[in-house]
């Protein structure tokens, strides 16, 4: 009996050694990560989701100082486009003719800003009760498919018509957020309210949801593989989760911070490599994530400090990842 409840202590032993020595080598650091910021002349006007144009011109809006604004990383100047009051930029992203489309999250509308002329149209909701746009993708055609939030809608914009068609969400208190369109050009919505996920149906501009597996995850952001895999971040228990639309198979990898890491922005590069942005630390920290080999690669902290980051953007023609921080900097982050 004695020899019997010794080789069970030595297999509990051994069996805690390897969880343990699991959760440390959970971050495999085979990489480096550079990071450099800019300092935005703007003080606390939260500068967010940036975007690259054509030239290289860095993109972002000023969402707490109701501007667009751009940033040469060349050279370091900012320029300045004012928008009007209450708009509070949430959002931009670049059409091919570099053109500059962003959510007006205050005042209902999405803003196409023309850089050569500074002229701005307004796309208005078509509601009532006015509505949140919240983060705007674009689909293959370039037309955009975005979130609203509070609004609890999900919505479709014809770039060349204007119109603008809402799906409601059907769900009380959903939270529409992070929204990604995958490969066969069909959108992906994280229900931050929830612990739901939902694919748009583009046809009928219904909804399919799928729960995730614990009632208390709530996802923020969300990225889509090259092969659809379609990888959540949990923003309450501190996963980064898996849905695999073919099996219906749910993974998922827990941070080693757990419920401190926030998770909050993030960025997919081409090497399908998820890239997360742990905002419960201080200061914030970036993770690198191989979902090839399934594990952590590296991370390293935020040079300012962060804040928070909300959004990261990858740029593929320079492979590298930019955002923005409540630290009031617009920052570029390299894989080494």
Not at 117 to 133: L, R, S
Request: aromatic share 10%; glycine share 6%.
């Amino acid at each position: 009996m004695k020899k019997l409840l010794l080789i069970l202590f030595i297999l509990f032993i051994c069996l805690f050694i390897c969880l343990f020595s699991s959760n440390l080598l959970a971050e495999q650091k085979i990489a480096t990560i550079e990071i450099k910021e800019w300092q935005v002349p703007w003080p606390n006007t939260r500068p967010r989701d940036p975007a690259i144009d054509s030239s290289g011109i860095v993109w972002f809006c000023g969402q707490s100082g109701n501007y667009i604004a751009n940033l040469d990383p060349n050279t370091g100047k900012f320029k300045r486009f004012e928008l009007s009051d209450n708009t509070h930029p949430h959002n931009l992203i670049i059409d091919s003719k570099d053109r500059i489309w962003y959510a007006g999250n205050r005042n209902s509308h999405i803003g196409l800003l023309d850089p050569k002329t500074g002229t701005i149209e307004k796309i208005a909701m078509p509601v009532d009760t006015p509505i949140d746009p919240h983060t705007l993708v674009f689909n293959s055609q370039q037309d955009i498919w975005f979130t609203a939030q509070w609004g609890n809608k999900i919505g479709f914009l014809d770039t060349e018509t204007k119109q603008v068609k809402l799906i409601d969400v059907g769900v009380e208190r959903a939270r529409p957020y992070g929204i990604k369109v995958d490969y066969d050009d069909v959108p992906w919505v994280v229900l931050f309210g929830t612990n739901k996920i939902a694919k748009v149906n583009v046809a009928s501009l219904s909804l399919e949801i799928i729960d995730l597996l614990d009632v208390q995850e709530r996802p923020r952001r969300l990225e889509i593989s090259q092969n659809n895999g379609i990888f959540y971040l949990d923003h309450k228990l501190g996963y980064l989760g898996k849905f695999n639309p073919d099996t219906k198979i749910l993974e998922r990898w827990l941070m080693p911070e757990i419920d401190k890491a926030k998770l909050y922005g993030s960025a997919i590069d081409d090497n399908d490599r998820v890239w997360l942005a742990l905002t419960g630390v201080k200061p914030n920290k970036l993770r690198v994530f191989d979902s090839n080999s399934k594990g952590f690669i590296t991370s390293q902290d935020i040079p300012s400090g962060g804040g928070s980051i909300r959004y990261m953007y990858y740029h593929q023609a320079s492979d590298a990842i930019w955002f923005g921080s409540d630290a009031n900097t617009i920052g570029r982050a390299i894989l080494k």
